[in-house]
């Protein structure tokens, strides 16, 4: 016997003793008069309620924390450590500038560099195109 029979065997001797079950009839009158709060399902269904929302809370509470005292001294560091790094690199081009007389030295022409198999649609320079940084192919 393959597994999906079994399988599906199992299920269905599972679910019969409850398609057996006769339902009980009850007026409308009776199920109306009957409360809610005495069923025991619905006791149960508080109490999973009740503890479901403690729980969010606490996790809620957690994560609150870990993003306060965690996460915003992690972010203040590295914009620190950013901040140090590109102001040390700007010193450093500026030295490189004084050092040529105010200019950037000419960059070498690598043949990987800069190459076009055809032109962008805006213009010979990329779109992010920086002139502080990036070569004007504009003025080849």
């Known amino acids: 016997m393959s597994f999906a029979a079994r399988t599906l065997s199992r299920r269905i001797a599972a679910r019969a003793p409850s398609r057996l079950q006769a339902a009980k009839p ?3 009158a009776t199920a109306a008069t009957e409360s809610i709060a005495e069923k025991p399902n619905f006791q149960h269904y508080l109490k ?3 503890a479901l929302t403690h729980h969010a809370a606490e996790a809620s509470d957690l994560w609150r924390k870990i993003s306060f ?3 915003v ?3 203040a560091v590295c914009v620190a450590w950013v901040y140090n790094a590109e102001a040390e690199h700007a010193a450093h081009i ?3 500038k ?3 007389g105010g200019e950037l030295p000419e960059t070498p022409l690598y ?3 800069n190459r076009r198999s055809k032109p962008f649609p805006w213009g010979p320079n990329s779109l992010f195109f920086n002139p502080h940084v990036n070569k004007n192919m504009a003025d080849e």
Do not use: G
Request: net charge negative.
């Open 98 to 100: 004084h050092e040529n």
């Open 69 to 71: 005292y965690v996460c």
């Open 73 to 75: 001294p992690a972010i």
């Open 111 to 113: 043949d990987h560099m």
């Open 26 to 28: 009850r007026s409308f």
């Open 94 to 96: 500026e030295h490189i």
């Open 48 to 50: 999973e309620d009740q």
